[in-house]
């Protein structure tokens, strides 16, 4: 089953608002998680490292301001972002990792829209 | 140069063909090595990890070359379900769990 959450599945909103997505771990602790998009036909890239309890680290390039990440609890980190614009439409991913270099479990990823 | 680079393809197989993907990793101090795959629209799943003594899972064979720094998969009679994009993903000893993927190679198998 599913070890990784992530809500909403998929959002449509208007240039200017802002949008919150969540990730959860179902049944385990995730001190880290890590934020992707992927574009169409590319792969994923790497946004930022959610940290339990700290600042986010986020990718050269990826603007902190516009992505807000907050990761409270042990099995929730959220993104938002903030102003959407349509060139922010993108295909959301999560992931979390069990055991630290192991294999990441992905959540099932929030497509964005913004119209 | 990327860290991760993989042949995009597409490979386009008839069924039961043997195809074989590549993978090559800039950072010679990587730690794990993985292969995922893809489905349109859909999150990655794990579909092996990958080891310098080579696995092996039903029709699936991973092989990792570190001298190289070349990773592989096998696919041997391949099945339609298979069509999917293939990503390789490398994980650093500096950013254990920090996983920097390739591009992905799409697959089509052909009945």
């Known amino acids: 089953g599913a070890v990784v959450s992530q809500h909403p599945s998929r959002v449509i909103c208007k240039s200017g608002t802002s949008v919150k997505i969540e990730c959860r771990s179902l049944?385990?602790?995730?001190?880290?998680m890590f934020w992707y998009r992927q574009f169409p036909k590319k792969s994923l890239m790497l946004m930022a490292t959610?940290?339990?309890?700290?600042?986010?680290?986020?990718e050269q390039g990826v603007e902190k301001d516009k992505f807000l990440i907050n990761h409270a609890s042990l099995t929730l980190s959220t993104l938002t972002v903030t102003s959407a614009h349509p060139e922010d439409s993108s295909f959301y991913i999560c992931?979390?990792?069990?055991?630290?270099?192991?294999?990441?479990?992905f959540g099932p990823g929030t497509r964005l829209t913004v119209t | 140069r990327k860290e991760v680079e993989q042949d995009p393809g597409p490979f386009n197989v008839p069924e039961g063909a043997t195809v074989a993907f590549n993978c090559t990793y800039s950072?010679?101090?990587?730690?794990?090595f993985f292969w995922y795959r893809q489905d349109c629209r859909k999150e990655p799943k794990l579909l092996m990890s990958?080891?310098?003594s080579g696995n092996e899972d039903g029709r699936f064979t991973a092989q990792l070359n570190r001298a190289s720094q070349y990773i592989s998969l096998l696919i041997r009679d391949s099945k339609l379900s298979d069509s999917a994009t293939y990503l390789c993903?490398?994980?650093?000893?500096?950013?254990?769990?920090?996983?920097?993927f390739g591009d992905g190679t799409t697959l089509t198998v052909k009945p």
């Open positions: 992931s979390a990792n069990r055991d630290r270099g192991n294999e990441q479990y």
């Open positions: 049944d385990f602790q995730a001190t880290t």
């Open positions: 959610s940290n339990e309890g700290s600042k986010a680290t986020y």
């Open positions: 950072n010679s101090a990587s730690q794990s």
């Open positions: 990958v080891y310098s």
């Open positions: 993903v490398v994980n650093g000893a500096a950013n254990a769990g920090k996983s920097t």
